[in-house]
């Protein structure tokens, strides 16, 4: 039985976009960090990171090339963090 690879090719156009699209996200969570925002301000800064994760592992990781199957596992485990982190903030409604 043959086994063969597919490869992809990505140029470093793509690279430097998602680079970019990086760096603004960073300013974006640091202005963000400036502003009071009370109860949003984690809500916010964990939809900053999480754009910020899903370019990381979609193009520096190659997760966008991989088989639907290895996509699932990584998204059930991303849910399953989500889960845990969400667990670990609910005592933040009891804080105000």
Known sequence: MKHEEKTHSVG???YIFVWLALVVLTSVT???AGVQLHQLAVAVAILIASVKSYLVMSYFMHLKYEPPLFKLMVAMLLVTF???IGLTFTDIIFRY
């Open 12 to 14: 470093y156009t793509v």
């Open 30 to 32: 640091v202005v963000v």
């Open 82 to 84: 989500a889960i845990f």
